[in-house]
Nanobody
C-alpha cells in the first residue's frame, strides 16, 4: 500500500533551520509530482511547495518563498524540504503529498 512517512520535524529557534524528509513507497514515486503542505494550529491547510517528477520545476507559497527549498531523490523515493530563516509563524504540522495520498505529518515548532 501507499505510504508517505515524514521525518525531521522538531523545535527550532527563530532564524534557525530544519530539513524535513518524506519517504515514499507503494507507488511509482519517480512519476509523481510531490508536494508539501502545512496546517498551523487553528488554521486551514496551506500549500507550501511542490516539484515535478524530474525535479525540473519547483513552486512555493508566497509565505515561504526564498526561505524554503524543495528537492527530491528519485533513487531513494524521498522528497525533502529544507527550511531556513524559520519564523514563529512557520509553526505547523507539515504534510507530504502525492496525488490523493498524504503522510501522517510531522510537527515543526519555531520558538525561542
Amino acid at each position: 500500500q501507499v505510504q508517505l512517512v515524514e521525518a525531521g520535524g522538531g523545535l527550532a529557534q527563530p532564524g534557525g533551520s530544519l530539513k524535513l524528509s518524506c519517504a515514499a513507497s507503494g507507488f511509482a514515486f519517480h512519476n509523481y509530482y510531490m508536494g508539501w503542505a502545512r496546517q498551523a494550529p487553528g488554521k486551514g491547510l496551506e500549500w507550501v511547495s511542490g516539484l515535478y517528477s524530474d525535479g525540473s520545476d519547483t513552486s512555493y507559497g508566497d509565505s515561504v518563498k526564498g526561505r524554503f527549498t524543495i528537492s527530491r531523490d528519485n533513487a531513494k523515493n524521498t522528497v525533502y524540504l529544507q527550511m531556513n530563516s524559520l519564523k514563529p509563524e512557520d509553526t505547523a504540522v507539515y504534510y507530504c503529498q502525492a496525488s490523493t495520498w498524504w503522510g501522517q505529518g510531522t510537527q515543526v515548532t519555531v520558538s525561542s
